[in-house]
């Protein structure tokens, strides 16, 4: 299998590149547009066809590339059912399969950061967009996110996964690039509480500033815009 995790540094995100063997179909999640070259080169490299670009849901802190994407190489843009995005081609709804050649991805709808936020299950590993992060949790303060919601995603969904399952997050501050559903329920700060309450209180006084980019980058999402759009 060929599996890239690709890091963005202006806003620690992590896209990752995804495909059976060289020369196959290709699939990439959360891309952001500032990186559209490199991610071109891996598939040239690797001589693989990007057939589907997934966003695990409306990024406040990068413009995506989904559309540059879609733009350059006709690939198939895909949310969840709920994204307010306007140029998704394919939206999708809890349990639905996302194949390319000899790779499934299961959908996982996991609201709480943004109410349109998906995880995505593959065998082994689970990219969980910002809902789970290492060591943290996606903030909830903004996009229709919800405290309440996150919790149900994370108790009763993601953490229910295997205890092997690695987790593959959207974003990480501090250098590391996955962990396990095990690691976090035993050392994610975040996880360690009693109630549904205690989770919504610690959540709604984190006091976070709004992502620097923010205010552009959420309504070019909502927009899809390309490069020459920008
Ligand atoms: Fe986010």
Redesign the pocket.
């Known amino acids: 299998m060929i599996f890239k995790q690709l890091f963005d540094d202006s806003s620690s995100t992590y896209t990752y590149i995804i495909a059976s063997d060289k020369g196959r179909e290709a699939l990439i999640i959360d891309p952001v547009i500032e990186k559209t070259e490199e991610y071109l080169k891996v598939l040239k490299e690797l001589d693989l066809k990007l057939v589907k670009v997934i966003d695990t849901?409306i990024?406040?802190?990068h413009v995506t590339g989904i559309s540059e994407l879609s733009k350059r190489t006709k690939c198939t843009k895909i949310m969840g059912e709920h994204s307010k995005s306007e140029v998704i081609d394919l939206r999708i709804k809890e349990d639905d399969k996302i194949e390319i050649d000899k790779i499934q991805l299961k959908a996982i709808y996991t609201p709480g950061?943004?109410d349109c936020s998906y995880s995505f299950l593959m065998n082994d590993r689970v990219f969980t967009?910002?809902t789970l992060l290492i060591n943290g949790t996606?903030r909830t303060d903004f996009q229709n996110g919800s405290a309440k919601t996150q919790y149900n995603s994370l108790f009763n969904k993601l953490l229910k996964l295997p205890e092997k399952t690695i987790v593959y997050p959207?974003?990480d501050y501090n250098g590391k690039k996955f962990s396990t559903i095990k690691d976090e329920k035993n050392n994610n700060p975040r996880l360690q509480v009693g109630s549904v309450d205690e989770y919504i209180e610690i959540m709604n006084n984190l006091n976070l500033d709004n992502p620097k980019m923010m205010d552009v980058a959420v309504p070019a999402n909502l927009k899809g815009l390309t490069l020459d759009q920008l």
Do not use: M
């Open positions: 849901h990024h406040a802190d950061h943004t967009g910002d996606g959207a974003h």
